[in-house]
């Protein structure tokens, strides 16, 4: 009998014996900067919260049905959780764990909730080192990938491109095994090799981002990053060929232009430049300006989209959109003149604005009959 068609037996684990993986995935930004098991608690509360399976582990006890998923660490009795970290994390609380110390308070409050000991062992379908782990990435896919509560996308980029790396297998395959469409994780796997090359090659310090993200990832809006590269404009300005997604899919000559486009998206407070755009409704107007050299030129320099769009805006649109504006602001303040009355002091100190608005008045007039005579002003 082939092995993928044996049937896991459900086994207890000692509490003890269980630990976090501190290259989670779902961790995020944060996956590499928590080192030691009480640190990743601590972030599984902080993060992704506890409370709701802290008071049913409380209450009930914990559920056969629901084992975690271990792995096997080689030439050690400790097991790797590769599945039910929140339930472990209450189990740790519940239990007074040495790991569990920054969370004395919780586990205070839930005391009169305890209704019998807490599990010191709890279920577990145990998992050899690299043993079955086609079987393990479909379980997780459609446990997590495709599941009612889902990993936000930049979670799902990292873990889908941890298993291709790991397992040598294709993007296809993956998606398969987790049931999920190709093309939407191709997109968040794009944005995660674009956004990891920049990291790698300086180009790009999370940090730096005025734009704040959610989820897994708090640094910077990640669905941004692969929403933008969806646009043929945004390929051609930084170089990118390829059809699927690759590691470091900007070529090193392009690299420049791919900060000048992270430092548009995000903005970047240590060179103290704004952001370009506001906020996602205005990505397709950046993807215009980068396929224009002119517009770049601005964009380079620091520019708006909107203050890019007013310099490139036809004249025809400008004398519209323009002077309909002065009509109605001129209407407002010719109304609110009829209807109050204007201190002396006041209106002298507003001269040198309204001359200057009739000298503009003028200059505009001038010009439009000069147009209109073909450039003869004796009618004016």
Known sequence: ???ENQIKQVEKVKLANLE????NPRFGSEVGKVTNQTEILDLIVNEYGIDDVLSSLAVNGYFTAEPIIVRKIVNSEKLTVVEGNRRLAACL????DPRAKNQ???RKNIEKSLKHQPDLEIPAIVYGDHEDEKEIISYLGVRHIAAAQPWDSFA?????AKVIDENNLTLAEVTTMIGEKTGTISRML????????LVSTA????DDSYRKGRGSNTKYPFSWIYTLLGSPPVKRFLGMTSVSPIKDPVPVEKLEDASVLIDALFGNSAKGRRPSIDDSRDLGKLANVL???????YLKRGDTVYEIEEKFEPISDLLSDGLTDCIERLKQITSALGEQNIDPTEAQKHMPMIIKVRNLSKDIHERFIKTISGGDLADM
Request: no cysteine; aromatic share 16%.
């Open 156 to 160: 799902k980029a990292a873990w889908v």
């Open 203 to 206: 180009k790009f310090n999370p």
């Open 1 to 3: 009998m082939q092995k």
């Open 93 to 96: 609380i519940l239990a007074d």
């Open 291 to 297: 396929d224009d050299p002119e517009k770049i030129v």
């Open 104 to 106: 004395s308070a919780r």
């Open 20 to 23: 976090f993986d501190q290259n």
């Open 190 to 197: 794009e944005g995660y090799y674009f956004v990891m090359q």
